[in-house]
């Protein structure tokens, strides 16, 4: 008597589907929370916490040629970890990083090339707390 056939597993045939696609792994030495597409440029930032708890932001920019692996353009240290980021709070021409920390602090800095390494961000704000008093009335209407 001849053993039953174990039926493969489904595949899933979906074209719509989003999917991720591996290009290149490297290692790093914190754990990455987030990566964003700095805006109309071939670069890209990682943000994430080192094991002490404090942060770090790093720019890559892309290299020329199929195969080339991104290149390590700037290292920026926070004193907390990095959460999260966007380029939402900026116009594009200038391309301000808002990112949140560990803290529940909001920061909103450059990562451009020539102002990166040391960059101290333009402004820094409690956030993720409600304001003390009264809270603000409904719009008429």
């Known amino acids: 008597m001849s053993s039953p056939a174990t039926a493969a597993p489904p595949v899933m045939l979906t074209p719509d ?9 490297a290692p790093v030495a914190f754990t ?3 990566v964003k597409w700095v805006p109309e440029s071939a670069r ?6 080192r094991p002490n ?5 790093q720019v890559y920019e892309l290299g020329a040629g199929e ?4 290149r390590l353009a700037a290292t920026i240290d926070r004193p907390r970890g990095v ?4 380029f939402d709070a900026s116009s594009l021409a200038d ?14 800095m450059c990562v451009r090339p020539q102002r990166a390494p040391g960059t101290r961000p333009f402004v820094s704000a409690a956030a993720g707390r409600a ?3 009264k809270p603000p009335r409904a719009p008429a209407g």
């Not at 708890?53 to 932001?57: A, F, N, W």
């Not at 391309?95 to 909103?108: E, F, P, S, Y």
């Open 131 to 133: 304001p003390r008093g």
């Open 83 to 86: 959460k999260c980021g966007t």
């Open 67 to 70: 195969g080339r692996a991104p």
């Open 17 to 25: 589907a989003p999917a991720i696609i591996e290009h290149m792994n």
């Open 95 to 108: 391309r301000h990083l808002a990112l949140g920390d560990m803290g529940g602090a909001l920061h909103v």
């Open 44 to 49: 890209f930032v990682l943000l994430g916490t």
């Open 53 to 57: 708890d404090t942060g770090v932001v």
């Open 32 to 34: 990455p929370f987030d």
